[in-house]
């Protein structure tokens, strides 16, 4: 038997947790999203700049490639931002793209704040 005083206790007791765990699963749950889309956009920055390293491929290759893979994991609204530049990495002629992109902070939604790059030595015929 319970006194008076602590009926429906376990009502309100249930609500707490239930409330504090719903946050917990959410909270777990967009940061595997954010680690997803950092991946899938480092992953997409790396292919580029290899397709773009080949012999007989230019820059704007590689940031096609490289759009091309974002637009159909991600969606148009990650692939936005794309840029390639030459680069030396020890000594060793490079190819970057570098990819800026949102980070998902509401759902897929936020703000520009995600940056990563893709390397990949320049191939020649010497």
Do not use: C, W
Request: hydrophobic letters at 50%.
């Amino acid at each position: 038997m319970h006194p008076a005083d602590e009926r429906g206790s376990a009502v309100a007791e249930f609500t707490m947790v239930a409330g504090l765990l719903v946050v917990l699963v959410l909270s777990v749950i967009q940061l595997a999203l954010g680690l997803h889309v950092r991946a899938t956009l480092a992953d997409a920055a790396a292919e580029g700049a290899r397709h773009a390293s080949l012999v007989g491929s230019d820059a704007s290759a590689g940031v096609a490639r490289t759009r091309e893979l974002i637009t159909t994991a991600l969606g148009p609204g990650y692939a936005e931002r794309i840029s390639a530049s030459a680069a030396s990495v020890v000594g060793l002629e490079t190819i970057e793209i570098r990819v800026a992109a949102p980070l998902p902070v509401l759902g897929l939604l936020g703000p520009v704040a995600l940056e990563v790059t893709g390397h990949a030595p320049l191939e020649s015929l010497r």
